[in-house]
């Protein structure tokens, strides 16, 4: 997650807060490579082995395994590519989400009129942060972990109240 907040002066529509919510993946590309390649080992040499042993149907299934594999990774890192950016001025509230796939849908919302709606569970912290307005709700965040939505909620949450205050702080 990055932000900034900044404003300009005399501008009631510039943003005063942005955020780009981007998901987490913790293993590179370097580690993936790493990873595949033991993996591809294990499953060869063990295959080997069944197959010597007149086995070699397993031998078969094992190589199927690391195949699947490579494709769960693969589909991860492409989920991976989803992002959210979220920008407060005075006068609006916009919500750009980006899926995998590129589509993308935006949201405006009156801040006078929005709500942040942060939802905690006491053993796992912020589970889900709702923005509504006039009966349309919007998820924001879906993909982060839970300390990176409970420092976003504190930070959007100031940023809205800002917003409805007319005031904007600036960096």
Known sequence: MTESN?????????????????????LGRRGFLTMMLIALAVAFWSGMRFYV????????????????????????????????????????????????????REHRF???????????????GVTRLDLSSHGRSLVVGAFLNPDDRESFASAFGNALADARSGRARPA
């Not at 900044?6 to 913790?26: G, K, Q, V, Y």
């Not at 009156?110 to 796992?124: F, G």
Request: proline share 7%; no cysteine; aromatic share 10%.
């Open 6 to 26: 900044t404003i300009e002066p005399n501008d009631p529509e510039a943003p005063f807060f942005s955020a780009t919510l981007t998901p987490h993946r913790s």
């Open 53 to 104: 042993l007149g086995a070699w149907p397993i031998a078969l299934f094992m190589l199927a395994d690391v195949g699947l594999l490579y494709l769960a990774f693969k589909l991860s890192y492409r989920s991976g590519r989803a992002f959210e950016e979220v920008h407060v001025s005075l006068t609006e509230v916009v919500v750009k989400q980006v899926a995998a796939n590129g589509r993308m």
């Open 110 to 124: 009156n801040p006078a009129w929005a709500r942040l709606t942060v939802t905690r569970l006491a053993d796992e």
